[in-house]
């Protein structure tokens, strides 16, 4: 038995760790915000040293001890953006990704990290047995004590209970077995796994895109349990499933007690629904190196804006105080001269972001379509490729994309040592009459009146590719793509919608063609869907991802993805980091020879804009759907500084 705790490798595990706690006789020396310190005067809040727990983590400051006061400005694209909450004021797990540092070598391919809301863990030899030791006087946000009994209500009538969570997520399971919890004491859990876990920790990291995180921090027992049958007899009824799930919505339920530096006082789809407001929480339990309570910031407000076009000017005149291409959506390369140009006068300044997308635009054709007939011909690998060789991506990436990318497709970042170069270039070669040779050896040699081809029962080849309105970059590729495609006798319609919409069409399995940009650059085991389909969110076979997860309209897949799937769980499972390199390699290598997606450019650079003002924001910082971006950087030690 092993414990994570203070700051040394556990090299057995591929695990990195630092705990930071207040060292002895630290706490005379502890201060708080000064909105809070008028609430203890006034005695409606209980005094600081009440307030924490008995052993704080300590935040060290980017750059210095920050200053109370201030309402960071964030805005998100839609009601279900909930990424950009996760990432911005939402990221508090029992473990946490470390900073990323641009100095400092990145070892394996999975983030390091710290603990978090959990003071410690044991791990066995084999990575099978956790055992979390939980912060002794940590509370919720409204006072009452966050312990062992907390974890264990999530595990007995949430996690545990079919109504609630009828399939489980994919890190709990090993073995076909899920996982079983036990409570030690007052302030220690152990989790048991059916075999080997060793990514438990890095994937507790990640941050939660769901609105109701299923992971033990999230789920206080004495505000959860009125509306739970088990525990209160009057909850029971058709929509008590219905109504639960709305009460631990965190993001839409300001009532709902939590654990982050600000408490949610205005939910999305409260007030006029314009916007998510939050102020901080009296009983955080993190201080900085003096002893300050954090978070610095009083207020948080996340405006929800759907159009692009007017979080661009919004931005630019400088009304939030940090945006990139994952926060806020809108600092893309077609709009970095109007950033640049308006900088001064928004009173902002640039950052660098370090990109991990592995693709920035990739198509899928739908290969599980309902209709036969499409089914067959996109489940036709030479079919995608005739469509992959039929795109003139130096073209697009010079007019769309500012020449600001490289014409790669769905393929680990060359940062990466799962990077292929063969997979990345291949069928990247524009040559319409190679597109035009492979669709003839198809068959599909017959062409109605306007040069479209038709398919096996007649009808043209003209299909509907669906494209969220969150990217215009996206809708102007699609038209170039639609003139090249045109040219092999290929129809294609664009269709924009919201990205709710156009998640809602996927998961019901209606698209026909879907885009989006690929996360899985640096980090694909967080985030494997562009590589085999491992949930619904896989666009190009959704009901084979919805196997894998057993989700709501499963299929079984074919032998090819099932292998990978057989592979990922021994990923997942593997402690030793050559050889979980290997299998992932051995994966990687049936998504090259499958070709599920069409990739069209992969960046190379990236960038976000933040307030001159805010201090103790990196000048670079590291960004992935599954690193928590900007939230690995601490976002409770940012502050503004005077003019």
Do not use: C
């Not at 003839?440 to 479209?452: A, M, Q, V």
């Not at 049936?590 to 960046?603: A, D, L, N």
């Amino acid at each position: 038995m092993q414990m994570l705790k203070s700051s040394w490798r556990l090299s057995a595990l591929g695990f990195a760790a630092l705990l930071l706690s207040a060292p002895a006789g630290f706490a005379q020396d502890y201060k708080e915000a000064p909105m809070l310190a008028e609430q203890v005067a006034a005695g409606n809040l209980p005094p600081l040293a009440e307030r924490l727990p008995t052993n704080p983590m300590v935040v060290t400051p980017f750059e210095s001890v920050g200053q109370y006061g201030g309402t960071w400005r964030l805005v998100m694209n839609s009601p279900s953006d909930i990424s950009t909450l996760a990432r911005t004021i939402g990221y508090e797990n029992f473990v946490r990704s470390v900073t990323w540092q641009p100095d400092v070598e990145q070892a394996d391919i999975v983030p390091e990290v710290i603990m978090n809301v959990a003071e410690s863990v044991d791990v066995n030899e084999d990575g099978s047995e956790y055992t979390f030791h939980l912060r002794e006087g940590h509370k919720w946000s409204d006072g009452e004590p966050y312990t062992a009994d907390d974890v264990m209500f999530w595990y007995t009538d949430v996690y545990s209970n079919t109504e609630l969570f009828p399939s489980k997520p994919t890190w709990s399971v090993r073995n076909g077995t899920p996982l079983v919890v036990e409570k030690i004491d007052e302030t220690t859990v152990k989790f048991v796994f059916g075999g080997p876990n060793g990514l438990l920790l890095q994937y507790m990291a990640t941050p939660s895109n769901d609105a109701e995180q299923n992971q033990p921090f999230a789920y206080p027992r004495h505000y959860l349990e009125q509306f739970h049958p088990t525990h209160t007899p009057d909850a029971a009824g058709a929509e008590w499933v219905q109504n639960f799930h709305a009460k631990a919505d965190m993001w839409r339920n300001a009532e709902l007690p939590r654990l982050h530096p600000w408490v949610i006082t205005q939910g999305i789809g409260e007030g006029s629904g314009a916007q998510v407001v939050a102020e901080r929480n009296p009983y955080y339990f993190k201080v900085d190196t003096e002893g300050n309570q954090l978070p610095y910031f009083d207020r948080v407000t996340v405006d929800i804006i759907t159009d692009a076009q007017v979080t661009l000017l919004k931005a630019a005149n400088g009304d939030f105080d940090m945006l990139d291409s994952y926060v806020g959506f809108v600092a893309t390369p077609e709009n970095r001269g109007t950033f640049f140009d308006n900088q001064e006068a928004g009173g902002y300044e640039f950052y660098e972001v370090l990109p991990n997308r592995a693709n920035l635009m990739i198509i899928s054709l739908n290969m599980t379509h309902k209709d036969p007939v499409f089914r067959e011909l996109f489940g036709n690998k030479t079919f995608r490729q005739a469509l992959s060789t039929a795109i003139n991506r130096e073209e697009v990436i010079e007019l769309v994309w500012l020449g600001q990318g490289m014409p790669y497709q769905t393929v680990e970042r060359p940062e990466s040592p799962l990077f292929d170069e063969e997979m990345a270039t291949q069928f990247t070669q524009f040559d319409i009459a190679k597109a035009n040779e492979m669709l003839d050896g198809l068959g599909l040699t017959e062409k109605d009146g306007n040069g479209i081809r038709l398919m096996s029962d007649g009808r043209p080849l003209q299909f509907t590719i669906d494209i969220s309105v969150i990217r215009q970059p996206w809708i102007d590729s699609a038209e170039l793509i639609k003139g090249y495609w045109k040219q092999i006798g290929v129809d294609l319609l664009i269709n924009t919608s919201d990205t709710t919409a156009l998640n809602q069409r996927v998961e019901s399995n209606e698209h026909d063609a879907a885009v989006w940009s690929a996360s899985g650059g640096t980090d694909s085991l967080f985030d494997p869907k562009y590589y085999f389909p491992s949930s619904w969110a896989a666009f190009y076979a959704t009901t084979w991802g919805q196997w894998f997860t057993k989700d709501t309209l499963p299929e079984e897949p074919p032998a090819a993805a099932k292998k990978q799937m057989e592979l990922y769980q021994q990923v997942f499972a593997e402690i030793d980091i050559p050889s979980r390199l290997a299998l992932m390699k051995e994966l990687l290598a049936i998504s090259k020879e499958e070709f599920y997606t069409i990739g069209v450019m992969q960046p190379t650079s990236d960038y976000g804009v933040v307030n001159k003002l805010m201090a103790n924001f990196p000048a670079v910082l590291l960004a992935s759907s599954e690193y928590a971006h900007p939230g690995a950087a601490n976002p409770e030690q940012f502050y503004y500084t005077a003019e």
